[in-house]
Nanobody, 120 residues
Framework: QVQLVESGGGLVQAGGSLRLSCAAS????????MGWFRQAPGKEREIVAA????????YYIDSVKGRFTISRDNAKNTVYLQMNSLKREDTAVYYC?????????????WGQGTQVTVSS
């Protein structure tokens, strides 16, 4: 079992920044990929960014490229999502999740989610 705890969400004005953190515990050696997902009201959940623990391979959805940065601290078993130049359409509940495969999943363990609200 792996436990994931997100933090760092909140309310921010458009153009502002937030940094999300996802701390992992438990059988962390079993993790290969950590992904950040988001789900806005009335929309399907989408993967925003992902990173592999060992090689640091990174993926971003097109809509966040150049604005969001995913990073990891292996010593702390923590993954971060730095979100800059936030837009209203970034408003969503953000989840971190981990799995053995790449972005196609499946992602076996999920955090509880953290709300990000971007106001105009």
């Amino acid at each position: 079992q792996v436990q994931l705890v997100e933090s760092g969400g909140g309310l921010v004005q458009a153009g502002g920044s937030l940094r999300l953190s996802c701390a992992a515990s438990g059988r962390t050696f079993s993790m290969n990929t950590m992904g950040w997902f988001r789900q806005a009201p009335g929309k399907e959940r989408e993967i925003v960014a992902a990173i592999t623990w060992k090689a640091g391979t990174i993926y971003y959805i097109d809509s966040v490229k150049g604005r969001f940065t995913i990073s990891r601290d292996n010593a702390k078993n923590t993954v971060y999502l730095q979100m800059n130049s936030l837009k209203r359409e970034d408003t969503a509940v953000y989840y971190c999740a981990t799995g053995n495969n790449w972005i196609g999943g499946p992602f076996d363990y999920w955090g509880q989610g953290t709300q990000v609200t971007v106001s105009s």
